[in-house]
């Protein structure tokens, strides 16, 4: 059983991540689509932190539940430097989510290689409501941020894959999102939109989607169920933790050229049997694993080059796997442990910057395996990637 000190300790240190705070962005106000979202809220607050207005939009679809508590919109509307607005980017009028604003981050969408959307669904909330927003924005002379995916690389033949690379993608949700970075690209040069794409490799952490794999790793693990396991042998994912994917797209927002892509990528590929082995650790329980047949419309390797948005936006990955595992772990923890006495500190929990410090060893259970040489070291965080030369 876990010590109340080892929970309270999770307690304390389960807060949304912020970037690291680096003065005052020359954005004064920025709407953030998809606020409320796993990345969503992440980056709302990272703004806030750092002297930001947000404008916080958000329908309050399927993809809030389960991401953060149900109060958590009345939350975020007591917290200073935060506006909530609500309403359906596809059919509303723009203007609550627009007027006043310098620039527009682009979150919201259907989420999902697996999330079984038909691809008329993905091609309206992905595509189309991109074409909507970006054009609205360059009408009003703002600054557009798309959030994009590194699905869009499919099967690379270019490991890392640079910005430049071919790409092949395998499955409907990332057609849609090409084709909104399509739009995007074309608002730039036939409407003089300044517009810049983010590509998000497989982002992580507290709050995660309860879909995403870490997500039920870690319910399966803690509750004794198995996990289905559908990958193919040598699958690897570029893990990004949710606290750099912020500060990436803060610095695409901050220092992007108009009509360019940037990789927002982790410390490099990790199996995801290695990923397993680091969870184990953290938890201090082991798996158990139900393998089916591989699933199809998925890539088997992702890796992005992280060489033009290092020169370019000054952005490198600080978290290793394991510390962005253990940081969500401890948050699912300290959820268990609020719900289990009937509180709502969710706001609590979120307010100020997080606390610095070492990371400590998370012990679930008696035993717990060393999850070192699984994770990434700080070393391999800052490494330089072996990336093909960038197109001109």
């Not at 033949?157 to 084709?179: F, R, T, V």
């Not at 978290?319 to 962005?324: F, K, M, R, V």
């Not at 401890?330 to 289990?340: D, F, I």
Request: charge should be positive; aromatic fraction near 4%; hydrophobic fraction near 40%.
């Amino acid at each position: 059983m876990t010590s109340d000190r080892r929970v309270g300790h999770a307690e304390e240190k389960s807060q949304l991540a912020f970037s690291r705070p680096g003065g005052s962005l020359r954005y004064a106000e920025v709407c953030v689509t998809g606020g409320l979202g796993f990345i969503g809220t992440h980056l709302c607050l990272a703004l806030a932190a750092r002297g930001v207005r947000v404008r916080c939009v958000d329908r309050l679809g399927a993809h809030t539940r389960g991401v953060v508590p149900r109060d958590w919109p009345r939350a975020m509307a007591g917290l200073p430097g935060i506006t909530p607005v609500r309403l359906d980017i596809g059919s509303d009028s723009l203007d609550a989510a627009l007027e006043g604003a310098d620039a527009v981050i682009h979150l919201a969408g259907l989420p999902g290689v697996r999330s079984g959307h038909r691809f008329s669904e993905l091609w309206r909330e992905n595509t189309l409501n991109t074409v909507r927003l970006a054009r609205e924005a360059a009408r009003r002379g703002q600054r557009f941020l798309l959030a994009s995916t590194s699905s869009v690389y499919g099967n690379a033949s270019q490991l890392p894959s640079s910005e430049h690379a071919a790409l092949s993608p395998l499955n409907a949700y990332a057609l849609s999102k090409l084709a909104a970075e399509q739009a995007c690209l074309t608002a730039v040069t036939r409407e003089d939109a300044d517009a810049v794409i983010a590509r998000l490799f497989t982002v992580f952490g507290e709050h995660q989607r309860p879909d995403m794999a870490f997500a039920r790793w870690i319910d399966a693990i803690l509750s004794g169920r198995p996990i289905p396991w559908c990958a193919r042998t040598g699958t690897a994912r570029d893990f990004t933790y949710a606290g750099d994917a912020v500060a990436g797209l803060v610095a695409a927002l901050e220092h992007g050229r108009a009509g360019e892509i940037y990789n927002i990528a982790g410390a490099g590929p990790t199996p995801l049997s290695d990923a397993l082995r680091v969870l184990e650790g953290i938890l201090g329980r082991p798996a158990q694993v139900d393998r089916s047949a591989p699933s199809t419309g998925e890539a088997t390797v992702t890796s992005g080059c992280g060489r033009k948005t290092a020169a370019e936006l000054g952005y490198r990955p600080r978290h290793s796997l394991a510390e962005g595992l253990e940081r969500q772990v401890m948050s699912v923890l300290a959820a268990q442990r609020r719900k289990s006495q009937g509180r709502r500190s969710y706001v609590g929990a979120c307010e100020g910057a997080p606390r610095e410090g070492p990371n400590r060893r998370l012990v679930v259970s008696a035993a717990p395996q060393s999850a070192s040489d699984n994770g990434r070291s700080s070393s391999s965080r800052t490494r330089a990637r072996n990336c093909a030369p960038s197109a001109p």
